[in-house]
């Protein structure tokens, strides 16, 4: 009988509170199931009201968000080597980046809310695109009070 392939969970991340909260949900439940936990980072050049900000000479945008997620991935798992990460950041609208990775994905884990968006609101625009468009199950972790 021929051995089934591991669960594969994404988990969003962008550096916010609800991100990380989501990233340590998805890690427990990585090892809990023996799933494989890949952690995503969306990122765009930032614009101001659509026209693209001036950008300074040697600006590496990609390298900045491998490191940011990075820095987030390895604050959490603290130096511990029993549990691998993978790690993915990618140009790219999120909410969008994160509907097509979930094709290749059994679950999607996010943040209620990131960083941008409007404080009080139950989900951010992101998890509620993906909760309505993802190809595999959603879950969205609550921020605490």
Request: aromatic share 4%; charged share 25%; proline share 5%.
């Amino acid at each position: 009988m021929a051995q089934q392939a591991p669960e594969r969970v994404l988990v969003g991340v962008d550096g916010s509170a609800t991100s990380v909260r989501a990233l340590r949900w998805a890690v427990l439940y990585a090892e809990r199931t023996g799933a494989r936990l890949d952690a995503v980072h969306a990122w765009q050049i930032p614009t101001t009201y659509g026209t693209p900000v001036e950008i300074l000479p040697g600006e590496n945008f990609a390298a900045t968000a491998q490191r940011a997620l990075n820095e987030t991935v390895d604050k959490e798992l603290e130096g511990r080597d029993d549990l691998e990460v993978g790690r993915i950041a990618e140009m790219g609208y999120p909410p969008k980046l994160l509907v097509e990775l979930s094709k290749s994905a059994d679950l999607l884990v996010l943040g209620s809310r990131g960083r941008g968006g409007f404080r009080g609101t139950l989900l951010g625009s992101v998890s509620l695109h993906c909760v309505t468009h993802a190809a595999c199950p959603v879950v969205v972790v609550r921020e605490t009070d």
